[in-house]
């Protein structure tokens, strides 16, 4: 680049000389080829704090802040052969402060190419130093923080990526030399980018939610939170964006969870650490007739009072100390039927919250409780005359023989057959044997009275366990034809006569042997 001519630099205005010279906040100056400053302006005063006569023959490299730097400038400039070179130096003052300066200047050569001086401007550039100072070390800053965060942020200017964090690299996998060539949509889904679009158009500022598309192609979830910022004079959208895929399959999981808990069979209660229900699903108001919405906001002991308070107070005890508890209760349903009721009582545990809740889960056993009882019933009792059956006979028998050894007492056994009853289940069919069983069976009981325990021991066989008589004999025994009644539904045409083959016995308490030799024999009668 050639210099003005000297006519030029001579047709310059004084006044502007002046300003040049006096006026500006620029100094000129000229340094010679041994690093003294042979010549400044008069207003370098205004900038150094030392005169123009103090200056003038001073070691250029004494005016530095750090005077070992001047070579590396001096380098710089000599580097620029006669062309103009911006160099920012700390420079030092007269009273010892420091201060930033702007250097602008041009190397002087001798015909031989060696250096024979600079020429220059120095600008005190401290104000806007700081400046930037403070911009960069706020981008550092803020660089440091947004590298840490988890959540991705980039900066886009007008949908031009211009700035991103490693958090947005790892996110949709692609470096940042690529990141900084692509623009915002283009780690949108295509089928989202018109709302992007239209959001960024709208200044839009709260979250929304568009889905991802990675580096691979694959698409996931997002939300995203954009606000229009500056950056300098640029108009800039400074945007996070969440990955939603972890937060959407756990809210699938409990969306799920929730269903399942809902349709279940089972009653299901979450109460607090108060013991206050908090929740039921539909199943409860259906086992325990209490409608969800009376049922949320009470405690267990209102729901469960009478006689499942002395168990609500166990289970409350066992939770308590840490442990589950299981258990059956009887209640009362609303319209007074008897309801059994399982109940597994538990702690919920819930990662990273201190709060305490307990899990009720309630199960309707009331069929199955009949149904053990009635099993229970069968094994025990004749299914036609529902009379002791032999197992419950022997049963009940040893105990009576124990009670009359610790008592001294004797126990009074009677053996009952009904003659001719196989003829009449041949002439007549087992309907009317089944019949004559039944009610030679009520006969028995009322003949054997509160003290007596009348037995079906198998077939027309009965065993009656009667009180024992002061004397007794065979004339003590009841003698009321019973056994000659008939049923009032049987035609006269087909009536027959039976009658009881009657065997009794005195079971002295010594008689351990007779429970073995029942059960081995076929026949009461040929037992004894």
Same mark, same amino acid.
């Given at each position: 680049m050639g210099h003005p001519p000297d006519s030029a630099v001579e047709q310059i205005p004084a006044e502007l000389r002046r300003a040049l010279l006096l006026d500006l906040p620029d100094a000129l100056y000229s340094i010679d080829a041994k690093g003294r400053i042979s010549w400044v302006s008069p207003n370098a005063a205004a900038i150094w704090g030392w005169s123009r006569d103090e200056l003038t023959g001073m070691e250029a490299a004494s005016i530095y802040a750090h005077p070992?730097?001047?070579?590396?400038?001096?380098?710089?400039?000599?580097?620029?052969?006669?062309?103009?070179?911006?160099?920012?130096?700390?420079?030092?003052?007269?009273?010892?402060?420091?201060?930033?300066?702007?250097?602008?200047?041009?190397?002087?050569?001798?015909?031989?190419?060696?250096?024979?001086?600079?020429?220059?401007?120095?600008?005190?550039?401290?104000?806007?130093?700081?400046?930037?100072?403070?911009?960069?070390?706020?981008?550092?800053?803020?660089?440091?923080?947004?590298?840490?965060?988890?959540?991705?942020?980039?900066?886009?200017?007008?949908?031009?990526?211009?700035?991103?964090?490693?958090?947005?690299e790892t996110l949709f996998a692609y470096g940042r030399e690529e990141l900084l060539t692509m623009w915002a949509w283009d780690v949108i889904d295509p089928r989202d980018i018109p709302l992007a679009k239209s959001m960024v158009a709208q200044q839009y500022e709260a979250p929304y939610e568009v889905?991802?598309?990675?580096?691979?192609?694959?698409?996931?979830?997002?939300?995203?939170?954009?606000?229009?910022?500056?950056?300098?004079?640029?108009?800039?959208?400074?945007?996070?964006?969440?990955?939603?895929?972890?937060?959407?399959k756990a809210a699938d999981s409990v969306r799920l969870l929730s269903q399942a808990v809902e349709?279940?069979?089972?009653?299901?209660?979450?109460?607090?650490?108060?013991?206050?229900?908090?929740?039921?699903?539909?199943?409860?108001?259906?086992?325990?007739?209490?409608?969800?919405?009376?049922?949320?906001?009470?405690?267990?002991?209102?729901?469960?009072?009478?006689?499942?308070?002395?168990? @609500?107070d166990d *289970?409350?005890?066992?939770?308590? $100390?840490?442990?589950?508890?299981?258990? #059956? !209760?009887?209640?009362? %349903?609303?319209?007074?039927?008897?309801?059994w009721q399982q109940i597994?009582?538990?702690?919920?545990?819930?990662?990273?919250?201190?709060?305490?809740?307990?899990?009720?889960?309630?199960?309707?056993?009331?069929?199955?409780?009949?149904?053990?009882?009635?099993?229970?019933?069968?094994?025990?009792?004749?299914? @036609?005359?529902? *009379?002791p059956n032999?197992?419950? $006979?022997?049963?009940?028998?040893?105990? #009576? !023989?124990?009670?009359? %050894?610790?008592r001294e007492?004797?126990?009074?056994?009677?053996?009952?057959?009904?003659?001719?009853?196989?003829?009449?289940?041949?002439?007549l069919g087992h309907e009317y044997g089944d019949e004559l069983l039944v009610l030679a069976s009520e006969r028995l009981r009322k003949a054997a009275g509160s003290g007596g325990v009348v037995a079906r021991f198998g077939g027309d066989e009965f065993l009656v366990n009667c009180a024992v008589p002061s004397a007794p004999t065979s004339s003590t025994w009841p003698t009321s034809p019973w056994w000659r009644s008939r049923p009032e539904s049987w035609p006269e045409s087909r009536f027959c006569c039976v009658g009881p083959?009657?065997?009794?016995?005195m079971c002295l308490p010594t008689a351990s042997s007779l429970r073995p030799r029942l059960a081995a024999s076929s026949s009461p009668s040929a037992a004894w």
């Open positions: 070992e730097e001047r070579g590396q400038v001096l380098e710089r400039i000599v580097a620029g052969r006669g062309q103009a070179v911006r160099v920012e130096q700390e420079m030092r003052r007269k009273d010892g402060k420091t201060f930033w300066a702007a250097i602008y200047a041009c190397a002087l050569f001798a015909e031989d190419g060696s250096l024979r001086g600079l020429n220059g401007i120095i600008r005190d550039v401290s104000e806007h130093w700081r400046t930037r100072k403070t911009l960069e070390d706020s981008e550092d800053r803020f660089r440091r923080l947004s590298d840490v965060a988890t959540e991705a942020i980039c900066i886009h200017f007008e949908g031009k990526i211009i700035d991103m964090n490693k958090a947005f889905r991802g598309i990675r580096k691979d192609g694959a698409v996931f979830p997002m939300e995203i939170y954009s606000k229009h910022s500056r950056m300098g004079e640029k108009s800039v959208r400074v945007t996070s964006i969440r990955d939603l895929t972890q937060s959407k349709q279940s069979p089972v009653a299901v209660a979450v109460l607090g650490a108060d013991g206050i229900v908090e929740y039921v699903n539909s199943a409860h108001a259906r086992m325990t007739g209490h409608a969800s919405a009376d049922t949320v906001g009470r405690t267990l002991a209102e729901l469960y009072p009478g006689q499942a308070r002395e168990a @609500l *289970l409350w005890q066992k939770l308590a $100390a840490g442990t589950e508890w299981r258990g #059956e !209760i009887s209640v009362r %349903r609303q319209g007074g039927a008897i309801h597994h009582a538990s702690k919920v545990a819930t990662p990273g919250d201190d709060s305490t809740h307990y899990l009720i889960q309630i199960e309707d056993i009331t069929i199955r409780k009949e149904q053990e009882r009635k099993l229970k019933h069968q094994a025990l009792f004749d299914g @036609l005359t529902d *009379l032999r197992v419950q $006979a022997l049963d009940r028998l040893s105990a #009576e !023989i124990d009670a009359a %050894r610790l007492s004797k126990v009074a056994l009677l053996f009952v057959d009904l003659d001719e009853f196989k003829a009449i289940n041949d002439s083959i009657r065997n009794w016995a």
